[in-house]
């Protein structure tokens, strides 16, 4: 059975994080020897962190239009849904004061 390169990218990814996560006795020891086990620590928390978010190069592109995966949060308005970035502005009260007019002129 033939892997694609998505497959084997997402294998390659979770075998870095087991990586990052196994203890290493001899790097901790020098951390310790040198004074920065700590902030080797540190430095290994944030190397997971960017490791995890780390969106595969081999995965198939987003449909036309579709910029990334981030979900914006909507408001209900009487004329329907809207961003919540675009409610904090001027259209916020725009839209909340759309129940007095007829809806229809939107």
Known sequence: ?????????????????????????????CAHNQECYHELLEIRDEVIELVRALENPHAEPLPFGKKNNHVEPTVTTPAGEISETLYSGTLGSYYDNMESRNLGEV
């Open 1 to 29: 059975m033939s892997e694609t390169k998505q497959e084997k990218w997402d294998r390659g990814k979770t075998l870095m994080l087991e990586s990052l996560h196994k203890p290493d006795d001899r790097l901790r020891g």
